[in-house]
Nanobody
């Protein structure tokens, strides 16, 4: 299984970025997907998750209303649209795959992890 995250970069506060995560080696259409992030010196935190069919989503309180998770099962890809970015959103963002088809929030619910992509938001 491979999860390849991309789309990170440097953006000013108030700006937007879209992260992508391309999956291979698993049955993507039956897999719940999630995004987590880890800021320097902090633990990895849940950001957002989406069910296998995209109909159910979960968001952390810190990003609800600003971030949108979506997926394209035809492309085996999950996205994280990040709007109104804040300096506190600065972190390495990881995508993860969960063999349970629901939008799980717990880090230990996920079996596979990507390598991470760095998002830096300047003030």
């Amino acid at each position: 299984v491979q999860l390849q995250a991309s789309g990170g970069g440097l953006v000013q506060a108030g700006g937007s970025l879209r992260l992508s995560c391309a999956a291979s080696g698993l049955t993507f259409v039956s897999t719940g997907m999630g995004w987590f992030r880890q800021a320097p010196g902090k633990e990895r935190d849940f950001v957002a998750a989406i069910s296998w069919n995209g109909r159910s989503t979960n968001y952390a309180d810190a990003v609800r209303g600003r971030f949108i998770i979506s997926r394209d099962n035809a492309k085996n890809t999950v996205y994280l649209q990040m709007n109104s970015l804040k300096p506190e959103d600065t972190a390495v963002y990881y995508c993860a795959a969960n063999l349970n088809p629901g939008p799980q929030r717990g880090e230990y619910d996920y079996e596979y992890w990507g390598q991470g992509t760095l998002v830096t938001v300047s003030s």
